[in-house]
């Protein structure tokens, strides 16, 4: 008798990564300020257009922000670290 499970995502992800590593390829390293950006959206569960217009700031900062072409200053590094830690204020800011 041969069950199957069924890989979460999370879990093929680090088969994929770690089958990239074997191969020799690099992957992606991203900064603290890149996983910020990302962390905070995700949390508050947005696109980078619902995001920006919530930061009142261009879709092009958040998109700069998680790709690392440039870092979150100031109050929008703040409002980043608020969204990551406590979703339910911005959310509630959404609304």
Sequence with gaps: MTSKRKMSAEGAELLKAVKQMKAGKKGRV??????LAISA????????????????????????????RRSPRGAAKTLLRVAQDHPEVLEELAT
Excluded: C, H
Excluded at 30 to 35: I, N
Excluded at 46 to 53: G, L, N, P
């Design 41 to 68: 959206r995700k949390s508050v569960k947005m696109t980078q257009k619902e995001f920006a217009r919530l930061l009142n700031v261009s879709v092009d900062s958040i998109q700069d922000w998680e790709q690392g």
């Design 30 to 35: 991203y900064t603290p300020e890149q996983l």
